[in-house]
């Protein structure tokens, strides 16, 4: 059997490399990446709290694990991705490239352009390279998110819903309602993968990631760390949180924190991805990758806490002007029958923080120097 790992350099990507190799020694795994997470941190002036290998040193140390290849490419270009699928034919695709910032897609209309082109391209390269390859039984499994849903007023169904309309009735696919130029490539990937899916019989697994966190996994640790970025951009607010009590700066509310979000854990993320390598796919199956919503206010309260606990330090939790355009309040339900079946005994989003706080406390320092990356411009003199 053939692994192939997009986006292997990436905060879920490394890790779930590393997991793939320890569950299939015996089997080919290929990761990929062009390492364009490294050039956006750089390029909005920030840095992984947590230091990790050059892509050199990851291909070496991988390379030492088992039959891994880690190969560097840029998936919107059909010529490379032909060559990847014609090469390797591989039994499963673990789609996790992207360009993954919302408020990034959202500075300009070249971020919004270059989010879409890069998802969806990349995306669809991959689709296409499967046809024209004669491949369409490969299981294709692509994090996609759980803001594709938005932020409806009903509980959020795992993909599908019944759909009654004046005396007819269907199954249809949830109606999209992101809430950012990213959160959109995500919809057209969706709406992409379900055509392939209809069209050419392949079984597609859509896993809606919700919000990541966690610093570690058991193999991703160490030299083999995985990025940990805190900044305003490609910080998830968990760890925006985590780095600001970590070094005694207020922890940032947007307005009074009363919208839900979804959470899952780092662990829980990573080895979903490798149940779903073990299974030939069924279909288009939809797993909202959660545990469900907290709110934002009571994440706050629960970083708070573990920051007393685990480093003896008082924070202040302090609300600022919400730069987002979203409801100012919103309970989240998500349904998750499907994404609870696959992770068996899921960890805890509480472990995951405390866990955070213990790797970060040695990196302060470069916490510090970045501060001024927590916040947008206009936001920072408000703190
Ligand atoms: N981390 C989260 O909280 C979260 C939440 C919801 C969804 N997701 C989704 O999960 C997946 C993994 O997210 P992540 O947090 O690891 O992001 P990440 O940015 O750390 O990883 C994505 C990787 O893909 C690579 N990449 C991007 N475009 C590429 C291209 N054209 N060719 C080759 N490589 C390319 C990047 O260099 C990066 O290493 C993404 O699809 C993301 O949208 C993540």
Sequence with gaps: MTILVTGADGYVG???????????????????????????????????????????????????????????????????????????????????????????????????????????????????ALKENGLLSTHFIAATTTGVYGAPE???????????????????????????????????????MYLAHKQWGLNVSD???????????????????????????????????CAQALIGYPITVYGRGQQGKPFVTLEDCVQSFVELAKMDGDGYTVYNQTLGAVKIIELAEMIREAAAEEIGLEVEIKHVPNPRVEKEEHEMFIENDNFRKLVGKPTD??????????ELESRKAIIEAYKDRFLPKALLNQR
């Design 349 to 358: 989003l509480k472990d995951a923080i405390a866990d955070i706080f213990r």
């Design 154 to 192: 009903y509980p959020i169904p795992e993909g599908f819903y019944e759909v009654e309309y004046k005396g007819g009735r269907d199954v249809v696919p949830h109606p999209h309602m992101a809430g950012s130029f990213y959160h959109m490539s995500k919809c057209n990937d969706v709406n992409n």
């Design 14 to 128: 490394w890790p779930a490399l590393l997991r793939l190799a320890k569950t299939f020694p015996d089997e080919r795994i290929v990761g990929v990446d062009n390492f364009a997470r490294r050039r956006w941190v750089e390029e909005i002036g920030s840095v992984s709290a947590i230091p990790i290998l050059s892509p050199r040193e990851r291909k070496r140390k991988v390379e030492e694990l088992g039959k891994i290849s880690f190969v560097e490419g840029d998936l919107t270009s059909k010529e490379f991705v032909n060559v990847l699928v014609r090469v390797y034919e591989p039994d499963m695709v673990i789609h996790l490239a992207a360009q993954p910032s919302a408020p990034y897609s959202q500075i300009s209309w070249e971020k919004a352009v270059y989010t879409q082109y890069n998802n969806n391209i990349s995306t669809l390269n991959l689709l296409w």
């Design 207 to 241: 896993v809606r990631v919700a919000i990541v966190t966690g610093a570690t996994t058991e193999e991703a640790r160490g030299e083999l760390a995985t990025r940990f970025d805190f900044d305003f951009y490609f910080g998830v607010v968990t760890h925006r949180f």
